[in-house]
């Protein structure tokens, strides 16, 4: 079945630095969406990527579609205390015989913000 | 509030017990969906409803049982359940169709001893 890998599992950074989180799925996907959970809290949707290549940002935050549809990133510039929480991408395969089009998360990537 | 309440928040339940989790959405959505996460794993998903018509079982155990009787409320009815079965278990609704994310409920936190 299909297969969301997110790296890294866990990020510590100073605020005011830089953070990336990378997701890569095993199949083409049709669109990915990206969460962001706080601590104690539930996921809360931030963005969803479709086209090949496209890039979108919300303020401080960058969200990438790789070329191939396989991949995608986010971003977060200078990095504050309320950017603390679990980053999680969730992809869905292209639409292609039997098998779930359902969304497959991502394990997530657990940032911490050390003021 | 995100729209999608669950109920109860917090669930402690014995092996031989029987309880149920609630969830009631008030934005309109056409599906409904039953997530678990536990610690070091993806969102699991077990169910999906759309329009009050399962349309996928993850292949979940059956002292798992998902109920939808209407497009606004799910219930998931836990029975005979093992301690690996304590998770936080999160409701989730979309408006339907593939280029909308999901929102969340705040979860049911399930500990069964």
């Known amino acids: 079945g299909q297969q969301v890998m997110q790296i890294p599992q866990y990020q510590h950074v100073q605020e005011g630095e830089d953070f990336t989180t990378y997701c890569n799925s095993s199949?083409?996907?049709?669109?990915i969406q990206w969460y962001k959970q706080r601590p104690g809290g539930h996921p809360v949707f931030l963005i969803q990527?479709?086209?090949?290549?496209e890039v979108k940002k919300q303020k401080r935050l960058t969200f990438q579609f790789g070329e191939a549809k396989k991949n995608s990133s986010l971003h977060i510039t200078a990095t504050q205390t309320t950017d603390v929480g679990t980053y999680f991408c969730?992809?869905?395969?292209?639409?292609?015989?039997?098998?779930?089009?359902?969304?497959?998360f991502g394990k997530g990537t657990k940032l911490s913000v050390i003021p | 509030e995100t729209g999608v309440t669950q109920t109860p928040r917090h669930l402690v339940m014995g092996m031989t017990n029987k309880k149920s989790l609630k969830c009631e959405q008030h934005?309109?959505?056409?599906?409904m969906y039953w997530y678990k996460q536990s610690a070091k794993k993806p969102l699991e998903l077990m169910f999906v409803y759309n329009f009050k018509e399962q349309t996928e079982n993850n292949s979940v155990p059956s002292r798992f049982s998902p109920e939808c009787p209407n497009s606004s409320h799910l219930f998931l009815h836990l029975h005979t359940l093992q301690p690996e079965d304590s998770a936080l278990y999160l409701c989730a609704s979309s408006p339907g169709g593939t280029e909308y994310g999901y929102t969340f409920g705040s979860g049911t936190r399930l500990t069964v001893v």
């Open positions: 969730a992809g869905r395969r292209v639409r292609s015989g039997a098998g779930s089009y359902q969304l497959t």
């Open positions: 990527l479709v086209k090949s290549g």
């Open positions: 199949t083409t996907l049709s669109n």
């Open positions: 934005l309109g959505h056409n599906a």
